[in-house]
């Protein structure tokens, strides 16, 4: 609970909600809102957008990083997420079982 406080998350108030504070939902002693060790939060539309575009540039570069090292090990940078087969030709003994004679 202490680190979502941090992240900015707030304890709902069971006064604003008297329709949910039933039978259905516990009333804490601490004037909040829970259901099933659960505790009803909230969280201010600001603060909730720059989380949001913090996860969304941490998920971005985090990608770019991925697309580089895909792009390095296949050595081609045009397909940077397909992995491209490669042959190769070994010249060991070759095993001549002739014609049976």
Known sequence: MN????QGWVPVKAE???????????????GQIEYGGLTLC????????????????KNRTEMAGVRSDLASQSGDRRY???????????YG???????GE
């Open 3 to 6: 680190n979502s406080l941090q």
């Open 16 to 30: 604003e909600y008297p329709e949910v504070t039933s039978r259905v939902f516990g009333h804490s002693g601490k």
């Open 42 to 57: 909230r969280m201010p539309k600001e603060m909730a957008d720059a989380r949001q575009a913090y996860y969304d540039r």
């Open 80 to 90: 940077g997420a397909i992995s491209q087969p490669t042959l190769t030709q070994s």
């Open 93 to 99: 003994r070759q095993l001549d079982f002739g014609s």
